[in-house]
Nanobody, 122 residues
């Protein structure tokens, strides 16, 4: 059982930056792709970004491409999401997830963190 814990959320003004981190309880390298998802009030959980098990491939939602960067450190069992040029519409609870497939569908991820709030004010 992989446990994931997110950190780094908070309140930021539009145009600002935040860095989210996710720490895994055990070795996730070579076994799991890692992803970030988000869910705003009244909306479904949506894909944000994913990184392959080796870190060699990344994929982003169109809405965040060019502003967000996902990265992983397999030696430390961590994955990060650097968020720049934040917009009010980025406001959501952000979730870290681990899965055996490098995909964008949240239903195919096996382990989830508890989520962390990101609020972007105008």
């Amino acid at each position: 059982q992989v446990q994931l814990v997110e950190s780094g959320g908070g309140l930021v003004q539009a145009g600002g930056s935040l860095r989210l981190s996710c720490a895994a309880s055990e070795r996730t390298s070579s076994d799991f792709a890692m992803g970030w998802f988000r869910q705003a009030p009244g909306k479904e959980r949506e894909f944000v970004a994913t990184v392959s098990a080796t870190g060699g491939s990344t994929n982003y939602a169109a809405s965040v491409k060019g502003r967000f960067t996902i990265s992983r450190d397999n030696a430390k069992n961590t994955v990060a999401l650097q968020m720049n040029s934040l917009k009010p519409e980025d406001t959501a609870v952000y979730y870290c997830a681990a899965g055996r497939l490098y995909v964008t569908s949240p239903t195919l991820y096996d382990y989830w963190g508890q989520g962390i709030q990101v609020t972007v004010s105008r």
